[in-house]
């Protein structure tokens, strides 16, 4: 399978995973910014990661934009003559996946939260997105990443005694920063892509 990934990456974590991946496929990447709709025409399988901003993975309003007659196109035609959705219908002229990179993804909450923040559109839903851990340098954040942190912080803290163990371990992050980042997290993504031998 003819395969790309395309990354946007602020503080760098989304494009060492996108190198990764290119690595183990032997594939093209680039970065969004380099691709425009008609540069991803002769691809079966196109890989879009980001890193998750105030709730949002960057790029990825820009890359739908790209991909969407396809996916829009696998998901009305996944309905049956009573107007189910059928799942196992959906099936898009290309094969398109996502990832997102941050601090809090493998929590439950925050893996719906971005789902319904980013795959919102019914034509979406069905999509697949895989959640890697990133990386949280306390020093390089600025502007209004700086300004979510504050506010999260404040949160959290207003909590007290009434925190939960993750929104503990949350506080934790982001008070002494964290390194997630895992070569290994890359392996269901590389796997759904990879050629039979």
């Not at 991946?21 to 890989?47: H, T």
């Not at 980013?118 to 390089?140: A, I, M």
């Not at 942190?149 to 949350?170: H, P, Q, S, V, Y």
């Not at 964290?178 to 997290?185: A, G, H, I």
Request: net charge neutral.
């Amino acid at each position: 399978m003819k395969t790309i990934v395309v990354y946007k990456s602020k503080y760098g974590t989304a494009e060492q995973y996108a190198k990764w991946i290119a690595e183990e496929l032997g594939c093209d990447i680039k970065e969004l910014g380099e691709v425009r709709a008609r540069d991803l025409e002769p691809y079966e399988g196109i890989i879009f990661g980001g890193g998750v901003h105030a709730g949002g993975i960057e790029g990825i309003d820009n890359f739908i934009k790209m991909v969407k007659p396809i996916l829009k196109d696998a998901y009305f035609g996944s309905f049956d003559e009573s107007v189910n959705f059928r799942q196992d219908w959906y099936k898009p002229a290309k094969k398109i996946v996502f990832y997102a990179v941050g601090m809090n993804v493998q929590n439950f909450d925050a893996r719906a939260e971005l789902r319904k923040v980013n795959f919102d559109k019914k034509w979406l839903r069905p999509v697949t997105c895989y959640y890697l851990d990133g990386k949280y340098e306390p020093e390089r954040v600025q502007g209004a990443d700086a300004l979510v942190i504050r506010f999260t912080t404040k949160l959290l803290k207003d909590k007290g005694l009434n925190m939960t163990a993750d929104e503990r371990k949350l506080l934790e992050k982001i008070e002494n920063g964290c390194d997630l980042v895992d070569r290994s997290q890359i392996v269901p993504i590389v796997d759904e892509f990879r050629q039979p031998e």
